[in-house]
């Protein structure tokens, strides 16, 4: 219960965490299967703070995805979480690149180049990319 007062957590990572501290394995998933029956644990609840707390953040959909995929979240889960964010990830990597670059569009091409890794690390696919670039872009996921 300490684990999950301080923030939501998956059932792998709590599994993990309890494995750590010496607990047998069938205590282990005893102790799961009554959180979960509980309520008290969820992937999906889990999964949705995640992902809000990563946009926060500045994180793009691959990336957000990718540690997920870490933490045991599986990928139908995966998609209903960034699906909901689907019409902000363009703008989300202009307000990353401004806020890391400032507002003027790069002078020349290696800036450029440099700026676009900045976002790739942060997990935007190239079509977000491209869009921060541009002014007014309002193109599809």
């Not at 946009?55 to 139908?76: F, H, M, W, Y």
């Not at 699906?83 to 806020?99: G, H, I, Q």
């Amino acid at each position: 219960m300490d684990f999950l007062a301080r923030r939501e957590h998956s059932e792998q990572e709590l599994a993990r965490k309890l494995a750590a501290r010496g607990y047998a394995a069938d205590t282990v998933a005893t102790t799961l299967a009554a959180l979960v029956a509980d309520r008290l644990l969820s992937n999906v609840r889990f999964a949705e703070a995640f992902v809000h707390a990563r946009i926060q953040r500045g994180s793009g959909p691959q990336k957000i995805r990718a540690e997920l995929r870490e933490r045991g979240i599986s990928d139908e889960l995966i998609d209903n979480c960034l699906e909901a964010f689907a019409d902000s990830w363009r703008e989300l990597a202009r307000e990353v690149r401004e806020k890391r670059f400032g507002s003027r569009q790069p002078a020349d091409f290696r800036e450029r180049s440099r700026q676009m890794r900045f976002l790739q690390q942060r997990g935007f696919s190239s079509r977000q990319i491209n869009a921060a670039f541009r002014d007014g872009d309002a193109g599809e996921y």
